[in-house]
């Protein structure tokens, strides 16, 4: 901007209020401070928010600084000069560094992996801006004229739109569903119908080289999960049949129980039921709050927060006597995993009182055993490299499937529990399956597809409404 209209910069910099005082400065170090504590991930962003930034950066360009000034404390230290070198390259570098550690972990950054993240950006900005931008600027091309560089950052620009187009259209482009195959599958086999119809379909297995990987890799639809990330307090929804007509019913659980969300939302609206979800991201819904646990670091934070959250599940469980009926649906972790995986590991006993503290209010409680873990790290970029196969990226069921509290939860109790296994609907006797039907069962590393938790209720969801009769 100043290169474009210096004479304007230097008008505005010389006025006696605006530009010796400093005041375009001070105006846009202002904007740019409230919108660092008043934007954030619940804002809509980045329009017509992201102006006000602009706006503080475009001021603070205008009005500019000089040592005498107090502007000049700030911006002439040098820590604030070397972030604002490589603030682009760490604007460009952070959001591939948290997306992959979300794709990898599961959740969103805790306070110190968040830390090391902005660490991490900030080096690789500054290699950045010592090997690709500083060469670049200094190159003998773009000396003593101003057309190169405004044709490489048009050039630039212009590639990143058609990126970004590119990229949207196909995200938004109708897809078969997460990866169902086309052409004349019959509804007997298709998704969780090849494994519980009865039917005898012919190699139910195989990945097709029609099965759309790209659109199985976005078949979650998060945005319909309601799901309570480990930074927020509380998050619940009403969905199904708005009216209640034949009643209303809770699903509790983690991140596996929200990915049913949408599909627990088409069934039960069409058979008159309201659905509210009680979902967090990694918590069963059924621990007890246990003072000996601290809160020295963020996973004993997480862990302390489960057990709080799942009180309060109780609380609302127990207050709402229009919720009748209750689904308990959860990731099953056994007692040989990893430590790490062992942190939010309810004891059978945890179960059995929470369960038994709805039994003595009257409601009726479903146990759902849902989707074994194939272990193959995420499912469509494993099933990229294996189109034609039959049986890629499957495992033994002896190897994934296991024993676990729930299922001694459940013989503490009783039938007083409806216990629903659905693993015949992922495995045979032999492996489990990471495509069946014609459609991918994991959208990632371990939560079920859009499309196969859809292909799974006409199974499922006649069983849970049997419980309920």
Same mark, same amino acid.
């Given at each position: 901007?100043?290169?474009?209209?210096?004479?304007?910069?230097?008008?505005?910099?010389?006025?006696?209020?605006?530009?010796?005082?400093?005041?375009?400065?001070?105006?846009?170090?202002?904007?740019?401070?409230?919108?660092?504590?008043?934007?954030?991930?619940?804002? %809509?962003?980045?329009?017509?928010?992201?102006?006000?930034?602009?706006?503080?950066?475009?001021?603070?360009?205008?009005?500019?600084?000089?040592?005498?000034?107090?502007?000049?404390?700030?911006?002439?230290?040098? /820590?604030?000069?070397?972030?604002?070198?490589?603030?682009?390259?760490?604007?460009?570098?952070?959001? /591939?560094?948290?997306?992959?550690?979300?794709?990898?972990?599961?959740?969103? /950054?805790?306070?110190?992996?968040?830390?090391?993240?902005? @660490?991490?950006?900030?080096?690789?900005?500054?290699?950045?801006?010592?090997?690709?931008?500083?060469? !670049?600027?200094?190159?003998?091309?773009?000396?003593?004229?101003?057309?190169?560089?405004?044709?490489?950052?048009?050039?630039?620009?212009?590639?990143?739109?058609?990126?970004?187009?590119?990229?949207?259209?196909?995200?938004?482009?109708? %897809?078969?569903?997460?990866?169902?195959?086309?052409?004349?599958?019959?509804?007997?086999?298709?998704?969780?119908?090849?494994?519980?119809?009865?039917?005898?379909?012919?190699?139910?297995?195989?990945?097709?080289?029609?099965?759309?990987?790209?659109? !199985?890799?976005?078949?979650?639809?998060?945005?319909?999960?309601?799901?309570?990330?480990?930074?927020?307090?509380?998050?619940?929804?009403?969905?199904?049949?708005?009216?209640?007509?034949?009643?209303?019913?809770?699903?509790?659980?983690?991140?596996?129980?929200?990915?049913?969300?949408?599909?627990?939302?088409?069934?039960?609206?069409?058979?008159?039921?309201?659905?509210?979800?009680?979902?967090?991201?990694?918590?069963?819904?059924?621990?007890?709050?246990?003072?000996?646990?601290?809160?020295?670091?963020?996973?004993?934070?997480?862990?302390?927060?489960?057990?709080?959250?799942?009180?309060?599940?109780?609380?609302?469980?127990?207050?709402?006597?229009?919720?009748?009926?209750?689904?308990?649906?959860?990731?099953?972790?056994?007692?040989?995993?990893?430590?790490?995986?062992?942190?939010?590991?309810?004891?059978?006993?945890?179960?059995?009182?929470?369960?038994?503290?709805?039994?003595? @209010?009257?409601?009726?409680?479903?146990?759902?055993?849902?989707?074994?873990?194939?272990?193959?790290?995420?499912?469509?970029?494993?099933?990229?490299?294996?189109?034609?196969?039959?049986?890629?990226?499957? @495992?033994?069921?002896?190897?994934?499937?296991?024993?676990?509290?729930?299922?001694?939860?459940?013989?503490?109790?009783?039938?007083?529990?409806?216990?629903?296994?659905?693993?015949?609907?992922?495995?045979?006797?032999?492996?489990?399956?990471?495509?069946?039907?014609?459609?991918?069962?994991?959208?990632?590393?371990?939560?079920?597809?859009?499309?196969?938790?859809? %292909?799974?209720?006409?199974?499922?969801?006649?069983?849970?409404?049997?419980?309920? %009769?």
């Amino acid at each position: 901007i100043a290169t474009l209209q210096p004479r304007a910069f230097e008008v505005l910099r010389g006025h006696r209020f605006w530009g010796r005082g400093r005041l375009l400065t001070v105006l846009g170090l202002t904007l740019i401070v409230v919108s660092a504590f008043r934007i954030d991930g619940q804002a %809509s962003f980045p329009a017509p928010l992201a102006a006000i930034p602009v706006a503080g950066a475009i001021l603070v360009i205008i009005g500019g600084y000089s040592r005498s000034a107090s502007t000049g404390l700030i911006l002439g230290w040098r /820590p604030v000069q070397f972030f604002g070198d490589v603030s682009y390259s760490t604007y460009l570098w952070h959001w /591939p560094l948290i997306i992959w550690f979300i794709s990898a972990r599961g959740h969103e /950054p805790s306070l110190v992996s968040g830390l090391v993240i902005a @660490a991490a950006s900030i080096v690789l900005a500054w290699l950045t801006k010592v090997l690709v931008e500083d060469p !670049a600027r200094r190159a003998r091309m773009f000396r003593g004229r101003n057309w190169p560089g405004f044709a490489f950052a048009a050039g630039g620009a212009a590639v990143l739109i058609a990126v970004c187009s590119v990229t949207g259209a196909a995200i938004a482009r109708p %897809s078969t569903g997460g990866g169902v195959v086309v052409p004349d599958l019959p509804a007997e086999c298709v998704g969780a119908a090849a494994m519980l119809s009865g039917d005898a379909c012919e190699d139910p297995f195989i990945l097709d080289p029609e099965v759309d990987l790209t659109a !199985a890799s976005l078949d979650l639809a998060t945005e319909t999960w309601c799901l309570t990330w480990f930074t927020e307090e509380w998050k619940s929804c009403e969905v199904g049949d708005d009216e209640a007509t034949n009643g209303t019913l809770a699903i509790v659980g983690d991140s596996y129980a929200a990915s049913y969300t949408a599909a627990f939302d088409e069934y039960f609206a069409a058979q008159g039921w309201k659905l509210i979800t009680y979902t967090r991201f990694g918590c069963p819904g059924m621990g007890f709050p246990n003072p000996e646990v601290g809160a020295a670091d963020m996973n004993e934070l997480e862990y302390t927060n489960c057990r709080v959250w799942s009180e309060r599940v109780r609380d609302e469980l127990l207050s709402r006597e229009d919720i009748t009926d209750v689904v308990f649906l959860n990731r099953e972790v056994s007692a040989d995993l990893p430590e790490a995986d062992q942190r939010l590991r309810l004891e059978p006993t945890d179960m059995v009182a929470t369960w038994q503290l709805l039994l003595d @209010a009257g409601k009726k409680v479903v146990s759902v055993k849902t989707s074994p873990d194939l272990e193959v790290g995420n499912v469509p970029t494993c099933l990229a490299t294996k189109v034609g196969e039959t049986a890629p990226c499957s @495992a033994a069921r002896s190897d994934v499937v296991f024993p676990t509290s729930q299922d001694e939860a459940l013989q503490m109790i009783g039938d007083a529990v409806t216990a629903i296994d659905m693993t015949d609907a992922f495995c045979d006797a032999e492996r489990c399956y990471a495509v069946i039907g014609g459609v991918v069962v994991y959208a990632d590393e371990r939560h079920i597809s859009g499309t196969y938790s859809r %292909s799974l209720m006409p199974y499922l969801g006649p069983q849970i409404l049997a419980a309920f %009769s």
